[in-house]
């Protein structure tokens, strides 16, 4: 996030008319149910926390702004769509793009999802993509990867321990051969390759998902038949290694969308401009490029609208658990993270990060990964009239900072306030990022605003951290 935030909301394309197409009878539905699993909820999240950070660090993310957009809007989409059941409160689901030619797909437990610009370019249509999404979304959601590791009553590898096996057991050798082998045999088998039964329960399950958020599921059934018809000419392609055919699959997803409904029509209209636009970049890296080392993260050459930067950060070491009492602006105090500093401040706002968190030009701020911006507006209207307004000036420094889904209501030293989560492209290391937005009026005129960052691969880890400062606000003289 850069120092002066901006939002611009882009507007899906939508149908006139929330129309419901009727795919079939609608006759009852499968019922999937959730593998036993001996290990936490919690347990999901920290690991797949921890992988998807080896593997941003080692595949080349396409970090294109545009395209990263579009995919995280079907992504969201079907997150709605999860059942109830299996809607687990800790996950964080993010989508990230590889620059690989090859088609695959994979998410780790807890939510993070890495789709191959390959797997993009292969689609025809923008329900394929959904497709293969709503699929690992099924994965997640359903906890197969710590289900096998428990089926298997095997430990999972040691917190810690991943380095270089994420790309390993992607690409295969070349990457990370001086790793420990049960490591990577552990990461491969729990993460990367399920079973049959799993993969007809995630078919199953991700087409529910399809039509409950607005896509035909018939293409998901067609996706895979492309996929099984590029891979039948020579060697297994990433996808089919990973994720084998369970007997019939086309059939079978297309039984099941038969007793579906398709909700509306959750297409955003984008996925020609979105083959387009790829088709005008360099091509993609082969997975024995990455493997030897060649590729590299960062945008690719696309025109004028590919704005995004990706540049090496440092370290960061997570929010102390002890705080301490910080009064940023004269009627304010707040309670933060013993180990983040005051790293600018000024008569209307301070901003607060750990060693590490942010990016300077040698004399001052010029943007922030992880950490916290305080200050004040003068805004004139209704809470929610003044929060929009305020979101729509950042728009000018952060082209894509938008909000998802509705504010809240948050009460903030007793007073009504309001908050909102915001996803950005952050200007410091081109990844997405997330914002946790809180506002509450001083006066008539004026409007108190905290906005925690932080990568989304680490969101999880933050909500309880942002949570805590604001309820620590105690404002004086209103």
């Known amino acids: 996030m850069t120092a002066q935030p901006a939002v611009r909301r882009r507007l899906a394309v939508t149908a006139a008319l929330a129309l419901v197409l009727a795919i079939g009878p609608g006759t009852a539905q499968t019922r999937i149910t959730a593998p036993d699993n001996r290990y936490a909820v919690s347990e999901d999240v920290e690991l797949g926390r921890q992988a998807a950070g080896e593997a941003a660090e080692q595949l080349p993310l396409l970090n294109d702004s545009r395209v990263d957009a579009w995919v995280e809007e079907i992504g969201r989409s079907l997150v709605a769509a999860i059942p109830p059941e299996f809607a687990h409160a800790e996950f964080a ?39 293969v999404m709503a699929h690992e979304i099924s994965h997640v ?5 710590t289900a096998q ?55 199953i399950l991700g087409a529910q998902m399809m039509a409950r958020a607005g896509y035909d599921p018939r293409e998901m059934a067609n996706m895979f038949k492309t996929i099984e018809e590029q891979g039948s000419g020579g060697s297994l ?41 790829l088709a005008g970049m360099a091509p993609a890296y082969t997975a024995e490029q990455i493997a030897n080392g060649e590729a590299k993260s960062g945008p690719v050459s696309a025109g004028p609208s590919s704005t995004t930067t990706a540049r090496t950060t440092t370290s960061v070491d997570p929010p102390s658990s002890l705080y301490r009492r910080s009064s940023p602006l004269a009627f304010l ?32 701020l010029t943007g922030l990964t992880h950490g916290l911006q305080v200050g004040s507006a003068e805004l004139d209207g209704e809470l929610e009239r003044a929060t929009e307004q305020l979101v ?3 728009a000018r420094s952060n082209p894509e900072l938008r909000r998802e889904g509705r504010y809240t209501r948050e009460t903030i030293d007793g007073h009504r306030g309001l908050r909102a989560t915001l996803s950005n492209v952050s200007e410091v290391t081109g990844r997405r990022e997330r914002l946790s937005l809180a506002t509450v009026r001083l006066d008539d005129r004026r409007l108190l605003y905290l906005i925690g960052v932080v990568p989304d691969s680490d969101a999880s880890g933050y909500e309880a951290v942002f949570r805590r400062i604001r309820e620590s606000v105690q404002i004086s003289g209103r």
């Open 333 to 364: 105090r707040l309670d933060v993270p013993e180990n983040w500093a005051e790293v600018s401040g000024g008569a209307t706002g301070v901003t607060y990060a750990p060693e590490g968190g942010y990016a300077t030009n040698g004399r001052e």
């Open 149 to 203: 590791a428990s089926r298997a009553r095997s430990p999972l590898f040691q917190l810690g321990a991943i380095g270089g096996a994420v790309a390993e057991a992607i690409l295969g050798g070349g990457t990370g051969t001086w790793i420990n082998q049960g490591v990577q045999l552990s990461l491969g088998a729990a993460f990367f390759r399920f079973s049959r039964e799993y993969e007809s329960d995630a078919d």
């Open 392 to 394: 729509a000036s950042f």
């Open 237 to 277: 392609l990433p996808f089919l290694n990973s994720h084998p055919n369970p007997g019939d699959r086309y059939e079978a997803i297309n039984q099941e969308a038969r007793s579906l409904r398709v909700q509306g029509n959750a297409s955003t209209g984008d996925f020609p401009d979105i083959r387009a636009r």
């Open 93 to 131: 689901y993010t989508f990230e793009v590889i620059n690989q030619a090859e088609i695959n797909a994979f998410a780790l437990p807890g939510g993070p999802m890495f789709l191959n610009r390959g797997m993009i370019e292969a689609a025809t249509v923008e329900g394929q993509v959904a497709g």
């Open 141 to 145: 959601a359903l906890r197969h990867g």
